[in-house]
């Protein structure tokens, strides 16, 4: 699937909702980081402990458990536009973010946005673009699903009032219609090859065939839904099948995610080039436990005979 | 209330911190100090700085001589931070500087932290439980420590830490010496492993070593440390079996648990092997140096 061996990042994810398998198969496709952005599970939370947890998790777990396969985890966190509309939950929720934006590897506040648009969405995506603004973190937005357009157009010009650069957001799930409306205003634009909403990898190949690579991201948000955790293999491959420049197939599904979220601080090339030293310092330098398991984690390693298991039962 | 000098763990640490970061890292971490023990902080300051921690310091590693290792144990005995990083360290002054005179109000802050804490918080706050005030109150996180999955969360709670020993139940502790083993980490790294020594910890240990010998495995010669003072006649014959072994250091241990032992038939056995039971007399065969040897082999 990735003959060039290219090194590849899928900036949208939801790995929570994935098996092992994924990160194995992820992991083999050339796959080396990942952001998985906190969202809704699939039905509403009713708990602000819900949410604790979950982000929890994001922070914790899953990056622990994404590591055991030579894969770098990062997330965004924030209240998604759905679970906004649970109004007294979501001020709770807001207190809690605070606890979370900070910890090591948060790339961004995301995904929030507007899902049905409803001034209760406004309310708390205005809330917490001040706290990005607040942090220094880039913006995570996810465009709705319905009256996609507007919504895409009414979300960047609510970060710039409140004083967010175009740079510093990334602009997710669009589509040929919102395409240009995004990279002219300077924003980053993410596409999500999503099998049967949003884009298909051969339309994803036209898109930049017609735009370029300059800001343009490919991601899967592979979730609990049907859903694909090789969506940017597959398209990478797709694209230079179909004459696209390796060095562009390298920027959308590599290096723009990277510049992207990398203006958090939190996410740098040397995290999955540097060999695997994950939190030597608890193995003990000053002795020889400190052994082997040095090999970088690019190429074809596989995830689980190469890597040290830091797993105690 | 206290188990340390909180002032002086703080000058100790903010000057291991200061040979390894930049003067604008330290000026973050002492402004964040004065933010967080005024009377104004606010429950999200502590939030905001414990998490961002090594945004500022960095995760250098820190470098301790000779004498600071003598200093930390001065400062708290076990206290040994020669494996933390600069941002575990700072994240251990911001933890000690919040208001703590009261108690449950300090444990539903650091549990709090606890409760949303990354890897590396939780490797920071449990490698820490050993300077905080109020330290009794801490048994149940600790045990809750003790069931990580997380390798360097265990780590961070049963090696180098001397809270464990000090404070733990009795039944906690043996979980985690068990665990120790099971998850084939060191047990000379224990802190105060001989001092916590009781009859149920050797009954399980011998069980577990049952364990592996019927399903063909090998058992870590380590085991055997906590089991010595215990020997009756039932142990006895693990012990027999032990010195039956090829390996080196599994007779060496054996030798070692007699010479634990006040049971008269221990030191019987231990007669048969006059060459192990002189070299132990000498000082040649120790635990500690055994444990070194099985991590070196590994």
């Known amino acids: 699937m990735n003959p060039h061996n290219l090194m590849l990042i899928d900036p949208h994810i939801h790995m929570t909702s994935r098996t092992t398998d994924d990160y194995q198969r992820m992991r083999e496709a050339g796959i080396v980081a990942i952001i998985e952005p906190a969202f809704w599970l699939g039905q509403p939370r009713t708990e602000v402990g819900s949410f604790k947890d979950y982000f929890s998790s994001l922070v914790g777990w899953e990056r622990f458990r994404a590591s055991q396969f030579g894969i770098k985890h990062y997330c965004t966190i924030g209240l998604n536009s759905k679970e906004a509309n649970n109004e007294a939950l979501a001020e709770q929720v807001m207190e809690l973010l605070p606890l979370f934006v900070c910890k090591e590897g948060v790339v961004g506040i995301g995904e929030i946005g507007y899902d049905d648009q409803t001034p209760a969405e406004d309310r708390f995506f205005r809330a917490q673009l001040d706290l990005a603004r607040e942090v220094g973190l880039p913006v995570q937005i996810h465009t709705p699903h319905r009256d996609k357009k507007a919504g895409t157009i009414t979300s960047m010009e609510v970060c710039l009032e409140h004083g967010i650069a175009p740079h510093m957001v990334i602009v997710d799930h669009n589509n040929e219609e919102t395409v240009r409306d995004v990279l002219d205003r300077g924003f980053w634009a993410a596409f999500t090859i999503y099998p049967n909403s949003k884009m298909g990898n051969e339309r994803m190949v036209e898109v930049v065939k017609q735009y370029g690579s300059e800001r343009i991201i490919v991601n899967s948000s592979a979730d609990w839904g049907v859903s694909d955790p090789l969506s940017v293999p597959k398209t990478a491959s797709l694209m230079l099948e179909k004459g696209i420049s390796i060095e562009d197939v390298r920027k959308v599904c590599y290096q723009n995610a990277l510049d992207a979220f990398g203006q958090s601080g939190q996410m740098s090339e040397s995290d999955w080039l540097t060999p695997a030293t994950v939190d030597q310092r608890e193995k003990f330098s000053d002795n020889s436990i400190l052994r082997g398991g040095q090999t970088p984690v690019v190429g074809e390693i596989k995830a689980n005979n190469v890597l040290e298991s830091n797993i105690v039962r | ?298």
């Open chain 2, 1 to 298: 209330m206290y188990q340390a000098d909180i002032n002086q763990a703080h000058s100790f640490l903010r000057d291991l911190i200061s040979r390894v970061i930049s003067t604008q890292g330290l000026e973050w971490l002492d402004q964040k100090v004065t933010l967080l023990s005024g009377e104004a902080a606010q429950a999200k300051d502590l939030y905001l700085s414990f998490s961002a921690a090594p945004r500022f310091v960095g995760k250098a590693k820190l470098e301790l001589t000779e004498q600071d290792l003598q200093k930390a144990e001065s400062i708290r005995a076990g206290f040994n931070p020669s494996n933390w990083t600069a941002a575990q360290a700072a994240r251990t002054i911001l933890i000690l500087s919040v208001q703590h005179q009261n108690p449950e109000v300090y444990l539903q802050t650091i549990e709090k932290l606890f409760n949303t804490a990354d890897m590396g918080e939780l490797v920071a706050l449990y490698a820490a439980l050993p300077l905080i005030p109020h330290p009794e109150q801490f048994k149940k996180r600790a045990a809750e420590g003790v069931r990580t999955n997380m390798g360097d969360v265990f780590e961070a709670v049963a090696l180098n830490n001397p809270y464990p020993a000090d404070h733990m139940e009795e039944d906690a502790w043996n979980q985690m010496v068990l665990k120790t083993l099971f998850v084939g980490k060191p047990i000379y790294r224990i802190y105060g492993i001989e001092k916590r020594v009781n009859p149920k910890l050797a009954r399980m240990l011998s069980d577990y070593a049952h364990e592996r010998w019927a399903a063909g495995r090998t058992v870590s010669p380590e085991l055997w440390r906590s089991v010595g003072p215990y020997l009756d006649d039932a142990l006895l014959q693990d012990i027999k079996k032990l010195f039956a072994q090829p390996n080196e250091l599994e007779r060496e241990a054996a030798a070692l648990a007699c010479t634990q032992s006040t049971f008269a038939p221990a030191q019987e056995l231990l007669n048969e092997y006059a060459t192990l039971k002189e070299r132990v007399s000498r000082g040649e065969i120790t635990w500690d140096l055994i444990g070194n040897r099985l991590l070196q082999m590994n």
